[in-house]
C-alpha cells in the first residue's frame, strides 16, 4: 500500500520587504488559482460532472490561461484540483444511504454525485503545485521555491526537526501554497510517500475487532480476549455544545452569524478530525506489527440493519467520521505492517459471542446491556459487535474471502 502524507512547512523571509512582496505574490496566485478552479467546476456541473481532465482541458485550456493568467502548469493542475474535489465530494456521498419506503417496502440506494444541487465552488484561496515544474527544494533542501503569477520567489522556510521530507525513503510530491488563518502565515503542504508492503492473509500476527458507535466511539476487543473502550461522552458533549451555537446562529441569520458560522464549522471539523487521528493512533499503536483491524462495512448498509444499529444520533456520527477514521486506521496500521478488513455488519450486534445463537431481543439498550437467553451470558452491547467483528477476522484470516455471519449457518 501506497501511503501518502502531508508535510508542512511555514515560508520565512530574511526581511520585512520581501516578506510583502512574496505575500503579495502568493495572495494573487492562490486568489486566481481558486477562482479558476470555481470556473472549471462550474462548466464540469453544467455538464453532468463527465468527462477527464483531457477533455477539460482541451475546450478551456486557453480560456484559463488567458482569463486568469495561469502559467501552464498551473492552468493545467487546475482540471486536476477540480476533478479530484468532484471525487471526493462522490466518495463522500457513496457514503450516505438513502432509505425510501414503497408501499410499505423499504430499500435503499447510495447517494452519488447526481444528487449535487449546485457546482463545488473553490473558496479558499489555495492553489496546487507540481513538483518540479511548481515547487522544488533548492540549495541543498535550505531554500524552496514556488511559483506564483509573475516571478518564483525563493524563501527559507521552517519544519518539524523530524520531518518525513528529509528521509530519502518518502518521495516528494506535490504541494499546495495554503494561508494559514490562525498564524497569518504562508505554508506549503508538500505530500510524501512511501510503498509500505501488502500483508498477506498468512503473515496476520493478531486480529482485533473495532465496533463504531456513539457512546462508546470505538470498543476494540484483541487476542487476549480483552474488551478495550474508548468513550464518546467529551465529544458528544462538545458536539452538541456546537449543534447549540449552530442553530442559534442559524436563527439570527445577519451576515456576522454567518461569518461565526463558517468559523465554527472549520473548527469542529478539525476536532473531528484530530478525534479520528487520535484514535486511530490508539488503535494502532498498541497493536504488534502485522496486526489485521477488523470494522464493519458502514458504507452499504441496508435500512433495516440501520433502524438496528443506528437508533438516535448514531447515523449523524456514522458517514463521514467513520470513513475518515478508517482511512487514517488503514495508513497507520499499513506502515506498521498490518491491515484493515470491511465486513458486512449483518447480525455483528445481535450474535452471542458464547454460543452463536443470533437474537435481536437479546439486546437492552438502556442499559447498554446484552443477555444471551439461550446460555445466559452477559455482555456490554458494544462489546458483542467486537467480538463478533473479531470473529470475522480470524475466519478471514483461515481463508474465508466474504466473512459474514448468516441465520442458516451460524455457531463457529
Ligand atoms: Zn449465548
Known amino acids: ?14 526581511s520585512d ?17 481558486a477562482e479558476a478552479c470555481t470556473y472549471v467546476s462550474c462548466y464540469y ?3 453532468n460532472c463527465t468527462g477527464s481532465a483531457i477533455d477539460l482541458h482541451k475546450v478551456l485550456y486557453t480560456d484559463v490561461r488567458a482569463s486568469y493568467g495561469l502559467k501552464s502548469q498551473m492552468a493545467i493542475s487546475v482540471f486536476k484540483t477540480v476533478l479530484a474535489r468532484y471525487k471526493t465530494v462522490g466518495e463522500l456521498m457513496k457514503q450516505e444511504t438513502v432509505a425510501y419506503a414503497v408501499d ?13 444541487q449546485k457546482p463545488v465552488v473553490f473558496r479558499r484561496p489555495q492553489a496546487d503545485l507540481v513538483r518540479g515544474r511548481d515547487w522544488g527544494f533548492t540549495a541543498g533542501m535550505e531554500m524552496v521555491s514556488v511559483n506564483t503569477l509573475g516571478k518564483r520567489i525563493k524563501c527559507t522556510y521552517q519544519c518539524r526537526p523530524d520531518s518525513r521530507l528529509f528521509d530519502p525513503a518518502w518521495k516528494h510530491g506535490g504541494a ?12 506549503l503542504h508538500i505530500s510524501v510517500t512511501k510503498a509500505f508492503p501488502d500483508t498477506g492473509r498468512s503473515r496476520i500476527t493478531e486480529i482485533y475487532g473495532h465496533d463504531r458507535g456513539l457512546v462508546n466511539l470505538v470498543t476494540s476487543c484483541g487476542d487476549n480476549g480483552e474488551t478495550v473502550f474508548q468513550d ?16 442559534s446562529l442559524q436563527a439570527k441569520g445577519t451576515k456576522g452569524a454567518r461569518q461565526v458560522l463558517k468559523r465554527i464549522s472549520g473548527r469542529e471539523n478539525r476536532m473531528m478530525s484530530d478525534v479520528d487521528h487520535c484514535i486511530s493512533k490508539t488503535l494502532v499503536s ?3 506489527a502485522g496486526a489485521l483491524h477488523v470494522f464493519e462495512d458502514l458504507s452499504g448498509v441496508s435500512f433495516q440493519n440501520l433502524e438496528d444499529r443506528n437508533a438516535s444520533g448514531r447515523y449523524e456520527l456514522r458517514s463521514w467520521t467513520f470513513y475518515s ?20 455488519p449483518q447480525y455483528t450486534s445481535q450474535k452471542c459471542p458464547g454460543c452463536g445463537a443470533i437474537d435481536k431481543t437479546a439486546r437492552d439498550r438502556s442499559q447498554h446491556r446484552y443477555t444471551c437467553k439461550h446460555c445466559g451470558r452477559v455482555y456490554n452491547d458494544d462489546e458483542v459487535a467486537a467480538k463478533n467483528l473479531r470473529q470475522l477476522g480470524i475466519w478471514y484470516v483461515s481463508g474465508v474471502d466474504n466473512p459474514h455471519f448468516s441465520k442458516k449457518v451460524s455457531g463457529y
Not at 501554497?177 to 504562508?186: A, C, S
Not at 478508517?326 to 458486512?344: F, P, S
Request: net charge positive.
Open 1 to 14: 500500500m501506497d501511503v501518502t502524507l502531508t508535510e508542512q512547512i511555514k515560508l520565512t523571509f530574511p
Open 17 to 33: 520587504g520581501q516578506r510583502k512582496a512574496a505575500e503579495q505574490a502568493f495572495s494573487a496566485v492562490t486568489k486566481r488559482y
Open 45 to 47: 456541473f453544467e455538464h
Open 104 to 116: 410499505g417496502r423499504h430499500d435503499t440506494f447510495r447517494k452519488s454525485l447526481d444528487w449535487l
Open 176 to 187: 499546495k501554497l495554503v494561508f494559514h488563518d490562525t498564524d497569518r502565515n504562508w505554508y
Open 232 to 247: 464518546g461522552q467529551g465529544v458528544r458533549r462538545i458536539k452538541e455544545r456546537y449543534a447549540r451555537t449552530r442553530a
Open 286 to 288: 498498541g497493536c504488534r
Open 325 to 344: 477514521m478508517e482511512m487514517k486506521t488503514a495508513y497507520k496500521a499499513a506502515m506498521r505492517r498490518g491491515a484493515i478488513l470491511k465486513v458486512n
